[in-house]
């Protein structure tokens, strides 16, 4: 069963980071390009970041620029955004999958809400 589950979202200060993991179940990652997206309440999902199958590229939103970053452990078939310098406005749940304009890798996860409050 393909299934893809995000974790390592919490409440941070403004300033603070967070580790987030989309660990893949089912079938492997290594040949998949695959993004990060989050939602935060009454807005529609956006396209945070993305890294293709051979960690060659990467791609990130204006808003993240500088602050956060995309990798990937394919030995592990997870998925990473290191998230520094949060701010509350990257208050969030976070989703992995496959980048926009891509087939989906499989069913939206749960998310991981990340929450940037003082």
């Known amino acids: 069963q393909v299934q893809l589950v995000e974790s390592g979202g919490g409440l941070v200060q403004p300033g603070g980071s967070l580790r987030l993991s989309c660990a893949a179940s089912?079938?492997?990652?290594?040949?998949?390009?695959i993004g990060w997206f989050r939602q935060a309440p009454g807005k529609e999902r956006e396209g945070v970041s993305c890294?293709?199958?051979?960690?060659?590229?990467?791609y990130y939103v204006d808003s993240v620029k500088g602050r956060f970053a995309i990798s990937r452990d394919n030995a592990k078939n997870t998925v990473y955004l290191e998230m520094n310098s949060l701010k509350p406005e990257d208050t969030a749940v976070y989703y992995c999958?496959?980048?926009?304009?891509?087939?989906?890798?499989?069913?939206w996860g749960q998310g991981t809400q990340v929450t940037v409050s003082s």
């Open positions: 089912g079938f492997s990652l290594d040949y998949y390009a």
């Open positions: 999958n496959s980048p926009p304009s891509y087939p989906l890798l499989g069913p």
């Open positions: 890294v293709s199958s051979n960690d060659d590229s990467s």
